[in-house]
């Protein structure tokens, strides 16, 4: 079982940065790929990012490649997403979420947090 607390998110100007965290529990933290989802009102869940379990893998949306960063620390059971150039279409709630496969679809995930809101103004 692991639990996921996201915290990070905030209201941020166009350009700017914001930097998310997702704190999980339990010791099987480190075997997990981990991913970040987001979902804007009125649309579906989308995929963000995703690490596998060493963190020596990553992928990215197209939309968010080249301005978001994910990484993991799995000494400290956290995994973060640096998002640097924000956008107003960047607005959504964002989730993180921990599966044994760790692909792309919402699907291939166990684990849930609760989310954070990320608010970009123009």
């Known amino acids: 079982q692991v639990q996921l607390v996201e915290s990070g998110g905030g209201l941020v100007q166009s350009g700017g940065s914001l930097r998310l965290s997702c704190a999980a529990s339990?010791?099987?933290?480190?075997?997990?790929?981990m991913g970040w989802f987001r979902q804007a009102p009125g649309k579906e869940r989308e995929f963000v990012a995703n690490i596998n379990w060493s963190g020596e893998l990553t992928s990215y949306a197209d939309s968010v490649k080249g301005r978001f960063t994910i990484s993991r620390d799995n000494a400290k059971n956290t995994v973060h997403l640096q998002m640097n150039s924000l956008k107003p279409e960047d607005t959504a709630t964002y989730y993180c979420?921990?599966?044994?496969?760790?692909?792309?679809?919402?699907?291939?995930?166990?684990?849930w947090g609760q989310g954070t809101q990320v608010t970009v103004s123009s």
């Open positions: 339990g010791r099987t933290f480190r075997i997990y790929a």
């Open positions: 979420a921990a599966g044994r496969m760790g692909g792309r679809s919402g699907d291939e995930y166990v684990f």
